[in-house]
């Protein structure tokens, strides 16, 4: 997995917060503090799929809107080989989450000396946020994965799964996580098929063309393939 940093005009925003609140409501309150927050952290990710097996995966950070302290939106290369995770969230659930990522990954690796399944860890990470709202503690975040997991052939394949901050989690051939993303999910609606791009020049030209077309301003973009 290779990670490259590029400065490009682009610009997209997140959504997702958390918060913690007493009694039965807790959850749908943090998940509606958490769709108001989309202004609040400057970061968007974009993941899409070629139709001979690329994936890459476009973090874009605000420089205006990031606080110091603030981490990357993609996590890549960082964890095992093969293995990258993007999330969106405020800073605290992201901190949370991406300490519950990591232990998942290494207490996997030290068990069976292989990289966990992509889909194992969007169970796990369904899991904790069921967990959470059990507890009355909402963990929020929009996470995008991708990794290897078995096939119906029993094969390996890459895949490119979406966890929402509502538990639910699915495969997808091109998705957006973030502010703006309603505008930039229906934009790959009418303009992207992964059969129709092939090689890995063409599908980081799609993924170029589908966040030109916010027309916003300057961004720094981290780039996963």
């Known amino acids: 997995m290779v990670v490259l940093k590029y400065l490009f005009f682009i610009s997209l925003i997140c ?12 959850p ?3 998940r509606n503090r958490a769709l108001e927050a989309n202004d609040a952290v400057g970061e968007t990710i974009l993941g899409m799929k070629s139709s001979d097996g690329y994936i890459v995966m476009f973090g874009l950070s605000h420089a ?8 990357s939106p993609l ?3 960082r964890l095992e080989e093969g293995l990258a995770v993007g999330l969106v969230s405020l800073p605290l659930d992201k901190l949370r989450t991406t300490q519950m990522v990591r232990e998942n990954v290494l207490t996997y690796f030290a068990e069976t000396s292989e990289t966990i399944p992509v889909g194992l860890l969007a169970v796990k990470l369904a899991d904790e946020i069921h967990r959470r709202d059990r507890a009355s503690a909402p963990l929020v975040f929009n996470a995008l994965l991708v990794g290897q997991s078995t096939g119906e052939s029993g094969e390996p394949t890459r895949k490119l799964l979406k966890v929402d901050q509502t538990a639910n989690f699915f495969e997808c051939d091109a998705v957006v996580v973030g502010h703006r993303a309603s505008e930039l999910n229906q934009w790959l609606l009418e303009h ?3 059969q129709r791009v092939s090689g890995l020049a063409a599908l980081v030209e799609a993924a170029l063309s589908c966040l030109r077309s916010a027309k916003l301003g300057p961004s720094q973009c981290e780039i996963c393939v």
């Open 28 to 30: 749908a309150l943090a």
């Open 75 to 77: 996590l890549m290369s």
């Open 64 to 71: 205006h809107k990031l606080q110091p302290h603030q981490a």
């Open 15 to 26: 959504s997702a917060a958390g918060a913690s609140q007493s009694g039965e409501v807790a």
């Open 192 to 194: 992207f098929s992964p």
